[in-house]
Antibody
Framework: EVQLVQSGAEVKKPGESLKISCKGS????????IGWVRQLPGKGLEWMGI????????RYSPSFQGQVIISADKSISTVYLQWSSLKASDSAFYYC???????????????WGQGTLVTVSS | QSVLTQPPSMSGAPGQRVTISCTGS?????????VHWYQQLPETAPKLLIY???NRPSGVPDRFSGSKSGTSASLAITGLQAEDEADYYC???????????FGGGTKLTVL
């Protein structure tokens, strides 16, 4: 069974750094891209970016390029999302999900983590 | 503003049929990219509901079906049940943005 388990909720102050994690199991971790999706309070889903844990090839949405860093450690089947200086507007749920592309015109997330709530407040 | 447009809310009585639309453009749905649908129950993570326009993952009831035509797609739910009350999101890929894109979501209320 595919499982993505995310790290727990975080409460941070503006300007602080943060790294949240997503650990995969139940499948060949280096064979599938993993993506991050943001959900602001009461809002919809936003595609942030994806990473291939096998070679750390990373693609970012223009909205998130330069704002976050997505990384991976294939030795422990874990993908990360990090911020160097948090803002209050980063407060949201963040989901990791396995990204699949069965053919060139079909790209989607087939399994999701449980979500990590990040709260940034002074 | 989302690249894919969905109605913000819809409602239906138990047993009824509802259809949620998802309208895109020539750089995403109209360019031939598949549409996928996710269900997000209250206080839970999204779950894949329909992939590849009209395919259901194992465990998804056949009350849920998807279709795609031109620059739009639809999710149909027949025999509406109370447990279907959730937010529904369509998703595709945009060749101009080179990223995956979501619709703004539709909140479905079962009356």
């Amino acid at each position: 069974e595919v499982q993505l388990v995310q790290s727990g909720a975080e409460v941070k102050k503006p300007g602080e750094s943060l790294k949240i994690s997503c650990k995969g199991s139940g499948y060949s971790f280096t064979s599938y891209w993993i993506g991050w999706v943001r959900q602001l309070p009461g809002k919809g889903l936003e595609w942030m970016g994806i990473i291939h844990p096998g070679d750390s090839d990373t693609r970012y949405s223009p909205s998130f390029q330069g704002q976050v860093i997505i990384s991976a450690d294939k030795s422990i089947s874990t993908v990360y999302l990090q911020w160097s200086s948090l803002k209050a507007s980063d407060s949201a749920f963040y989901y990791c999900a396995r990204h699949v592309q069965p053919y060139s015109s079909s790209l989607f997330f087939d399994s999701w983590g449980q979500g990590t709530l990040v709260t940034v407040s002074s | 503003q989302s690249v894919l447009t969905q109605p913000p809310s819809m409602s239906g009585a138990p047993g009824q049929r509802v259809t949620i639309s998802c309208t895109g453009s020539s750089s995403n749905i109209g360019a031939g990219y598949d549409v996928h649908w996710y269900q997000q129950l209250p206080e839970t993570a999204p779950k894949l509901l329909i992939y590849g326009n009209n395919n259901r993952p194992s465990g998804v009831p056949d009350r849920f079906s998807g279709s795609k035509s031109g620059t739009s797609a639809s999710l149909a739910i027949t025999g509406l049940q109370a447990e279907d009350e959730a937010d529904y999101y369509c998703q595709s890929y945009d060749s101009s943005l080179n990223i995956g894109i979501f619709g703004g979501g539709t909140k479905l209320t079962v009356l």
